[in-house]
């Protein structure tokens, strides 16, 4: 059974970069048949999407924080990461990684358990 | 502002009928296929209907998913104290090629 689990720093100071990390296991991340994304909830708000990336590195970023976010993949260590730079009180969540259906995108199963990041000095 | 539009807040009464719409538009809902989700009090997501209409395995007969033009909805029929949670749609936009969320509907049982 596929699991994903975030990890990462839960405190990171305005200005600065937020990087998290994804690996799955019980499967391998090298398949065509998914992409890798991340989807953050702000404390008693809704989802949002970040972005996704595709085995072979391909990404696609959520509009609005195109400017800040890199996703990357390391098929070696089966882990994705994220990296959002800039970071302000705004980017405080709950940070989940999840699988997406290559062909059928919004399709995601199944979730990590998600990690609260929390911005503040 | 999502770009799906959910109500903020749905209730009704056990083995009542309650319905969950989300509304879009033509870039998004009107040609992709539609996904909803349910989130239980301190726990990630779930998916609980997928392509406009699928239930995955474990998820009761008394969920339907319908989609028509630009607006989809989640059904819930014999409401359950269990049902209490929050609802998410999600699909595709083709024009900001990005994967878009609705605000999310919390769903109380009176």
């Known amino acids: 059974q596929l699991q994903l689990q975030e990890s990462g720093p839960g405190l990171v100071k305005p200005s600065e970069t937020l990087s998290l990390t994804c690996t799955v296991s019980?499967?391998?991340?090298?398949?065509?048949?998914?992409?890798w994304d991340w989807i953050r909830q702000p404390p008693g708000k809704g989802l949002e999407w970040i972005g996704s990336?595709?085995?072979?590195?391909?990404?696609h970023y959520n509009p609005s924080l195109k400017s800040r976010v890199t996703i990357s993949v390391d098929t070696s260590k089966n882990q994705f990461s994220l990296k959002l730079n800039s970071v302000t009180a705004a980017d405080t969540a709950v940070y989940y990684c999840?699988?997406?259906?290559?062909?059928?995108?919004?399709?995601?199963?199944?979730w990590g358990q998600g990690t609260l990041v929390t911005v503040s000095s | 502002q999502s770009v799906l539009t959910q109500p903020p807040s749905a209730s009704g009464t056990p083995g009542q009928r309650v319905t969950i719409s989300c509304s879009g538009s033509?870039?998004?809902?009107?040609?992709?296929?539609v996904y909803w989700y349910q989130q239980l009090p301190g726990t990630a997501p779930k998916v609980f209907m997928y392509?406009?209409?699928q239930r995955p395995s474990g998820v009761p007969d008394r969920f339907s998913g319908s989609k028509s033009g630009t607006s989809a909805s989640l059904a819930i029929s014999g409401l359950r104290s269990e049902d209490e949670a929050d609802y998410y749609c999600?699909?595709?936009?083709?024009?900001?090629?990005?994967?878009?969320f609705g605000g999310g509907t919390k769903l109380t049982v009176l």
């Open positions: 999840a699988r997406e259906k290559h062909l059928e995108r919004s399709w995601f199963d199944p």
């Open positions: 019980g499967g391998s991340i090298s398949t065509s048949s998914y992409y």
């Open positions: 990336i595709y085995y072979s590195g391909s990404t």
């Open positions: 033509s870039s998004n809902i009107g040609s992709n296929y």
């Open positions: 392509r406009n209409n």
């Open positions: 999600a699909t595709w936009d083709d024009s900001l090629s990005a994967v878009v």
